[in-house]
């Protein structure tokens, strides 16, 4: 049982929770996640970990409101408990000194990616982030992106906050000014391979963290397989980071529409 310590809300459907778990804390990298549960019956839900305190032993969770399960999570409140949270799992970014890296999130996406440009920009890089969102309400961290970045770049669908257009809109307005070295993704599938497409272009080395659907997270039950570079990989224990252009989004994308229909019922 992991207690919540702390709990914030980003917008109606997207929550902030900080738990306590002082060993995932103490352990855990930028790109690592965590699958977490609510109640004896509960759904296992993947959630990349935004950050962690070891003086506390917290770490936080973003959660996105969007099925029975994750809805569930984010009606917890400051007192409550998580039933289970393991972890820490997957392969921690590689991070180094490689010159300019543009970090792209979307949606919920930008929570981790938090970490990951923490971790650039304490390396030396010179880090951008271009954040996406449908309306400014719905962008997250950007003051903590701002803290650990040299610039942050804000696209709304609608134009109520920084430019209106989208996440690749951004990332290529950098491209067309200035060498780029590295380009980190996540966010929605479907943002992922545009971003991976606008990169391939122009030649610029992507990594994207793929969000794939889970159940175990040690790649015994195999429902998170991708295909990468014509090889099956397991995005629990392989990833969650790929190289953009190596993954093949469309079959991504059909696994992740496989239970659409039990989700709307």
Known sequence: MNKIVSKEHFSANV????????????SRKAGHFVIVRA???GERIPLTIASSDTTKGTITLV??????????????????????????LGQATHIEK????VCAGGGVGVAPLLPIVE???????????????????????????????????????DGSYGQKGLVT?????????EPVHLCVTIGPAIMMKFVSLLTKKYNVPTVASLNTIMVDGTGM?????????????????DGPEFDAHQVDFDE???RLGAYKGIEKK
Not at 15 to 26: F, M, Q
Not at 221 to 237: E, M, S
Request: aromatic share 2%; proline share 2%.
């Open 169 to 177: 809109q951004g990332v290529e307005e950098v491209i067309n000014r």
């Open 15 to 26: 929550v902030k929770l900080e738990v306590e778990a002082p060993l995932i804390a103490r």
């Open 252 to 254: 991504m994308l059909m």
């Open 39 to 41: 109640g004896e019956k």
């Open 63 to 88: 959660i996105q409101a969007v099925g029975g399960s994750s809805r569930k999570i984010t009606e917890l409140n400051v007192g409550d408990y998580l039933t289970d949270v393991v972890g820490p």
């Open 119 to 157: 971790a650039f920009h304490k390396a030396g890089n010179r880090v951008i982030v271009v954040l996406a969102a449908r309306t400014k309400e719905l962008v997250i961290l950007e003051e903590q992106m701002r803290a650990h970045s040299d610039e942050v770049i804000i696209m709304t669908d």
């Open 98 to 101: 490689v010159g300019t890296v």
């Open 221 to 237: 039950c195999g429902a998170c397989r991708i295909t990468v570079g014509g090889k099956t990989k397991f995005v629990c224990v």
